[in-house]
């Protein structure tokens, strides 16, 4: 395996995510230093040969570094001008996780106050995607800054998608993609309940509907989820489908776009939470909610 253990990276947020996309870096060879605010979520990337770091600002101090942290406050909270200060000159810092435009652009103006390049870098795809590699990676920032992080991000996923020069806009599709989502996951819930009302097994229709016109991995994957009311352990939880429907429309809101759909979303989502035997779920077991009415 090569291995390149003189380009030291930092990651901060050892989430499901993080540790999977940290782990694809150490597998590859580089000196990764790991920061996570619970500090035993960095064991297993430790015993796998990366280093712990002290604090946030160590993490950030390498010359290329990434984070995968939870929503706009906790990136805004680790990101700031304190521990972006000091380190080597030429830094950049690749933030990949699924926060608002708006946060974007707060964070980016820190970085480059403290004279570190920002590019954001949401992904597509769960945990198991991203500890196989094959995420789709949503990239944007200045060319230069992009050219510099494609290397590492080779590692992590299938394709790099650039969208523009502005860190911003991969988030502003990383918002919309996961607002057709939360579609998806309405419309299957809605076409499940019909043809469960008369007598068609639910697993038969995903498997057709999977299979000739909607092909992929919403369609197959959530579909059976929701066919076999498959919905723990999570994937991807219950409040985080909340949060990412927020972002879609707060990000609306900034350009006055209208969108009809999301107050049905919302209601959905708001029922699920309020329910004690959805609330824990996967965001896809919301489809309970239609079927139940």
Same mark, same amino acid.
């Given at each position: 395996?090569?291995?390149?253990?003189?380009?030291?990276?930092?990651?901060?947020?050892?989430?499901?995510?993080?540790?999977?996309?940290?782990?694809?870096?150490?597998?590859?060879?580089?000196?990764?230093?790991?920061? $996570?605010?619970?500090? /035993?979520?960095?064991?297993? @990337?430790?015993? *796998? +040969? &990366?280093?712990?770091?002290? =604090? !946030?600002?160590?993490?950030?101090?390498?010359?290329?570094?990434?984070?995968?942290?939870?929503?706009?406050?906790?990136?805004?909270?680790?990101?700031?001008?304190?521990?972006?200060?000091?380190?080597?000159?030429?830094?950049?810092?690749?933030?990949?996780?699924?926060?608002?435009?708006?946060?974007?652009?707060?964070?980016?103006?820190?970085?480059?106050?403290?004279?570190?390049?920002?590019?954001?870098?949401?992904?597509?795809?769960?945990? $198991?995607?991203?500890? /196989?590699?094959?995420?789709? @990676?949503?990239? *944007? +920032? &200045?060319?230069?800054?992009? =050219? !510099?992080?494609?290397?590492?991000?080779?590692?992590?996923?299938?394709?790099?998608?650039?969208?523009?020069?502005?860190?911003?806009?991969?988030?502003?599709?990383?918002?919309?993609?996961?607002?057709?989502?939360?579609?998806?996951?309405?419309?299957?819930?809605?076409?499940?309940?019909?043809?469960?009302?008369?007598?068609?097994?639910?697993?038969?229709?995903?498997?057709?509907?999977?299979?000739?016109?909607?092909?992929?991995?919403?369609?197959?994957?959530?579909?059976?989820?929701?066919?076999?009311?498959?919905?723990?352990?999570?994937?991807?939880?219950?409040?985080?489908?909340?949060?990412?429907?927020?972002?879609?429309?707060?990000?609306?809101?900034?350009?006055?776009?209208?969108?009809?759909?999301?107050?049905?979303?919302?209601?959905?989502?708001?029922?699920?939470?309020?329910?004690?035997?959805?609330?824990?779920?996967?965001?896809?077991?919301?489809?309970?909610?239609?079927?139940?009415?």
């Amino acid at each position: 395996m090569t291995t390149h253990r003189e380009h030291t990276v930092g990651f901060l947020g050892l989430g499901n995510m993080g540790q999977a996309i940290a782990g694809r870096l150490v597998a590859a060879g580089y000196d990764v230093v790991v920061w $996570n605010r619970s500090p /035993e979520a960095a064991d297993e @990337l430790v015993a *796998a +040969g &990366a280093r712990r770091a002290t =604090d !946030a600002r160590e993490a950030l101090a390498a010359q290329i570094s990434f984070s995968m942290l939870a929503d706009d406050a906790a990136a805004e909270a680790v990101l700031s001008e304190t521990n972006l200060a000091g380190g080597v000159e030429g830094r950049i810092h690749v933030n990949m996780a699924s926060i608002s435009a708006a946060a974007a652009d707060r964070i980016q103006a820190v970085a480059e106050s403290a004279g570190v390049g920002y590019v954001s870098c949401p992904v597509l795809g769960r945990p $198991n995607v991203a500890a /196989e590699g094959k995420l789709n @990676l949503l990239v *944007a +920032g &200045a060319p230069e800054h992009c =050219d !510099a992080v494609a290397p590492y991000l080779a590692h992590c996923g299938v394709k790099q998608w650039r969208f523009g020069d502005t860190p911003r806009q991969a988030n502003a599709v990383k918002v919309a993609m996961n607002f057709t989502i939360l579609h998806a996951l309405q419309a299957m819930a809605e076409s499940i309940t019909l043809v469960e009302a008369h007598g068609v097994d639910a697993s038969d229709f995903i498997e057709l509907m999977s299979n000739s016109l909607f092909g992929g991995a919403v369609y197959a994957g959530y579909g059976s989820m929701i066919a076999e009311r498959r919905y723990s352990p999570p994937g991807f939880r219950m409040p985080l489908g909340l949060k990412d429907l927020g972002l879609a429309e707060e990000l609306a809101a900034e350009q006055s776009v209208e969108l009809p759909t999301a107050p049905i979303l919302r209601d959905r989502f708001e029922r699920a939470l309020a329910d004690p035997e959805l609330a824990e779920l996967d965001w896809s077991a919301v489809a309970e909610v239609t079927r139940r009415r």
